[in-house]
């Protein structure tokens, strides 16, 4: 399988180049999704996206006063952007809890999105067709404003489970798919990354400096892969690759994820990940375009 989608020095290769821009977020995106009244042309638009952004799976439902405190927003105005967002049919209020939720209609967006960018149904099915090779997790994700998206995530047959669903947010500072994008772009964005907020620290081995990511990401361009070793959870491990598209850009990142402490005892081996994990990126591209990256 891995002479067939192509040898991992292509991909060192690739990424040795001049950097190439993923969904460059503006200037004014920061990791703690400030309003900045000077460079927003409608703020009641801005706030209604927010609070669309707020549910997630941690806060699948909202009351008003909660919303506001977590926007540091004016309740007033928050529950008349809640019910403009009801009236249009994007958010569900339910009479008994006086708490809202997000609305079917949010997947008719999302619906349309999958329509337009086929990526991720096509990552989802080489993911699915190559489990048996790999036991564990495979995850598909995106660049936008300063984090990783998941696009495509299969979650694999072994013991150790992490609860990730496609649209989830996770940084890119901890994450092997989040170093493969940052590898992918420029200095000017590493340092607007750096500048909007500190490196969060999610575990004892999270980078939470620049010069340490720096040198994280200066490597992930000479290998041509990113390692994520008990960064983002103590106990998971990662490898990341970038997806290309047929002229050799970076569109998407490609991980696997696995419980750590099969490295140690041997029973995988970080080569062989990569060599997998390039050979699926590979795959997804070849059946996209229908060619080799």
Known sequence: ??????????????????????EMPPSNVSRTDEIDPRTQPNLNLARGLRILEAFDSEHPEWGVRELARALDANPTTIHRLLTTLENFGYVEHSKNSQRYRLSAKVMRLAGRYAEQNPVQDVARRVFEELSGEFEHSFYLGVLNNFEVVYTAVVEGRGALKISTHVGERIPLHTTA?????????????FERFIAAGPLTRRTDKTKTTPEALQEDIEEVRRSGFAVSLGENFEDIGAIGVPLYDAQGSVVAGLSLGFPLHLLTTGRLEITALVKLAQALSAGITYRIDGRLP
């Open 177 to 189: 798919i989040g170093k493969v994008l940052l590898a992918a772009q420029d200095g000017a964005y």
């Open 1 to 22: 399988m891995y002479s067939r989608y192509g040898s991992s020095e292509r991909h060192r290769r690739r990424l040795a180049r001049q950097p190439v821009e993923v």
